[in-house]
């Protein structure tokens, strides 16, 4: 079992530019959970998708933006990049009977120039 | 905001349990204790969660006060791989989990 994936590891992008993260969940789940953590703090929350539809989201802008596949992958999109939104973007996945039990990928670096 | 409180930071000899601490005063009735714990640069990892009884797997043990106002993680004999940050969330079953700034344990040789 591979676990979560996620990629690329890394990327840097200028301001005003669009960038989109990609993330594959753990095997036998079907929820997918995106979390920005800034350096030195906790993850923050995004949104999560479950069943293609986004199920719940955070405090973030219309900026952010997201899909999930019928294979359950997903995908962030970030628009108009502010130098701001420079961090690690982590992916979670669950199964939906398993409440918070997320099993976390190890993330795309994301710097804003 | 998080619903949770602890310490900024605490040490523990290796071989030794570590213990640490997590006030969350305004549970409600519904809502579990989750501990997860994130090592540098790598993504957090679940370790545990309960709801009022106490529990313990193959990571930790956790204990939560018979008011459910506060619960310890126990890490009963620390290495140096148990070096990490350590977040402790209250949150219901909506798959929403809000992270704090956690405790950064270190554990010393």
């Known amino acids: 079992d591979a676990g979560v994936t996620q990629s690329p590891t890394h990327l840097i992008k200028t301001r005003g530019q669009q960038v989109t993260l990609r993330c594959s969940p753990k095997?036998?789940?079907?929820?997918v959970s995106w979390y920005q953590q800034a350096l030195g703090q906790g993850p923050q929350f995004i949104f999560q998708?479950?069943?293609?539809?986004?199920?719940q989201r955070g405090n973030f802008p219309d900026r952010f933006s997201g899909h999930q596949f019928p294979n359950y992958s997903s995908e962030l999109n970030v628009n108009a990049l502010l130098l701001g939104d420079s961090a690690l973007y982590l992916c979670?996945?669950?199964?939906?009977?398993?409440?918070?039990?997320?099993?976390f990928g190890p993330g795309t670096r994301l710097t804003v120039l | 905001d998080a619903k949770t409180t602890q310490p900024t930071s605490m040490d523990c000899a290796e071989g030794r349990a570590a213990n640490l601490p997590c006030n969350h005063s305004t549970i409600s009735g519904n809502e579990y204790v989750y501990w997860y714990r994130q090592i540098h640069s790598q993504g957090p990892q679940y370790i545990i969660h309960?709801?009022?009884n106490n529990e313990t797997n193959e990571m930790a043990s956790l204990i939560i006060t018979e008011d459910r106002k506060s619960s310890t993680l126990i890490l009963p004999h620390a290495t140096l791989r148990d070096t990490a940050v350590y977040y402790c969330?209250?949150?219901?079953?909506?798959?929403?989990?809000?992270f704090g700034t956690g405790t950064l344990l270190a554990v010393q040789p």
């Open positions: 309960g709801l009022k």
């Open positions: 979670a996945s669950s199964r939906t009977s398993s409440y918070n039990e997320q099993f």
């Open positions: 998708y479950y069943e293609e539809e986004e199920r």
């Open positions: 969330i209250v949150g219901g079953a909506t798959n929403k989990l809000i």
């Open positions: 095997s036998g789940h079907d929820t």
